[in-house]
Nanobody, 122 residues
Framework: QVQLVESGGGLVQAGDSLRLSCAAS????????MGWFRQAPGKEREFVAA????????FYADSVKGRFTISRDNAKNTVSLQMNSLKPGDTAVYYC???????????????WGQGTQVTVSS
């Protein structure tokens, strides 16, 4: 069993930055893909970014490419999401998740955190 706890969300203005963190416990996650998803009110959960198990290769949704950076620290069992140049459209609950292999589909991720709210005002 894996427990994931996100932190770092908040209310910011457009153009500001936030850094989300996700701490994992219960299992060493160095062999798993770790991802970030988000869900805005009335919308489906959507892929944001993922980072590979080995080598740290990354993949981003087009909507955040160039603004968001995902990173992981396998020694600390954590994954982070640095979000720059935030826009009102980035407002959502952000979730970290774990999968055995890379995917952009939420149903391929086995474990999820409880989410952290990010609100970007214009």
């Amino acid at each position: 069993q894996v427990q994931l706890v996100e932190s770092g969300g908040g209310l910011v203005q457009a153009g500001d930055s936030l850094r989300l963190s996700c701490a994992a416990s219960g299992r060493t996650l160095s062999n798993y893909v770790m991802g970030w998803f988000r869900q805005a009110p009335g919308k489906e959960r959507e892929f944001v970014a993922a980072i590979w198990r080995i080598g740290g290769g990354t993949f981003y949704a087009d909507s955040v490419k160039g603004r968001f950076t995902i990173s992981r620290d396998n020694a600390k069992n954590t994954v982070s999401l640095q979000m720059n140049s935030l826009k009102p459209g980035d407002t959502a609950v952000y979730y970290c998740a774990v999968a055995p292999r890379y995917s952009q589909w939420a149903n391929q991720y086995d474990y999820w955190g409880q989410g952290t709210q990010v609100t970007v005002s214009s």
